[in-house]
């Protein structure tokens, strides 16, 4: 039979709006949160981290959120630019744990 | 620095045939793992490395699938015979100490992309 892949849902955002992407984690003893993103033909890269004990970290233009009862990762990226787009995924490691577990991935466009 | 890099970066081959992927990490890295990215699957760990040595390899596939680190500057990922379903994006990636796992600077290199036809 065919193969089925993942169908990662794609967030549409004009050129200069905030973006927003979500990220749902299953395992509660998650203790550290990492986001990447995925330029096309590129390896992922680091854009920003958060540890259990924190809610909210800002780096440049993008802040990460994290509610850990309902177990929810979000990445708002501000003043969205053409070059943020990409696959964005969020990362989760298990406190003593020696593996990072990657989401699904969301695909960011930006309309210019 | 020149990052990680991998090679090939693309790669296509014939069912049954030997393929093996390389990777040189960034210097002075400790810690060196290989990912596979798949659409089905997504991205998977499928082994990691301590100074040269294979620290945690569940997430091979199968006994098709090797991986050695002969140095600290050298690893390989071997698929012998490889199969349709192997066909993907491998990365190889490397960090110093976990920071890898508790930091997130977990440095990725630009992939090899495998098919096999």
């Known amino acids: 039979g065919e193969s089925v892949g993942l169908h990662l849902p794609t967030l549409s955002v004009q050129e200069g709006d905030n973006s927003i992407i979500n990220c749902a984690y299953s395992?509660?003893?998650?203790?550290?949160f990492i986001w990447y993103k995925q330029e096309s033909g590129k390896g992922p890269q680091f854009i920003i981290d958060?540890?259990?004990?924190?809610d909210k970290r800002q780096g440049q233009r993008v802040t990460v959120l994290l509610n850990k009862t309902v177990k929810h990762l979000s990445l708002q990226i501000a003043a969205t630019q053409p070059g943020d787009s990409a696959v964005y995924f969020c990362?989760?490691?298990?406190?003593?744990?020696?593996?990072?577990?990657f989401g699904a991935g969301t695909i960011l466009r930006v309309k210019s | 620095d020149a990052g990680v890099i991998q090679s090939p970066r693309h790669e296509v081959t014939e069912m049954g045939q030997e393929v093996t992927l390389r990777c040189k990490p960034i210097?002075?890295?400790?810690?060196l793992f290989w990912y596979r990215q798949t659409m089905m699957r997504g991205l998977e760990l499928l082994i990691y490395?301590?100074?040269?040595?294979?620290?945690?390899d569940s997430g091979m596939p199968e006994d098709r699938f090797s991986a050695k680190m002969p140095n600290a500057s050298f690893s390989t990922l071997k698929i012998q015979p490889s199969e349709p379903r192997d066909s993907a994006v491998y990365f190889c990636?490397?960090?110093?100490?976990?920071?890898?796992?508790?930091?997130?600077?977990?440095?990725f290199g630009e992939g090899s992309r495998l098919t096999v036809l």
């Open positions: 990636a490397s960090s110093f100490g976990l920071a890898g796992m508790n930091t997130g600077e977990l440095f």
């Open positions: 395992n509660s003893a998650s203790d550290y």
């Open positions: 958060i540890r259990s004990n924190m």
């Open positions: 990362a989760e490691n298990e406190e003593y744990g020696n593996k990072l577990v």
């Open positions: 210097s002075g890295h400790d810690y």
């Open positions: 490395f301590n100074n040269n040595v294979p620290i945690d």
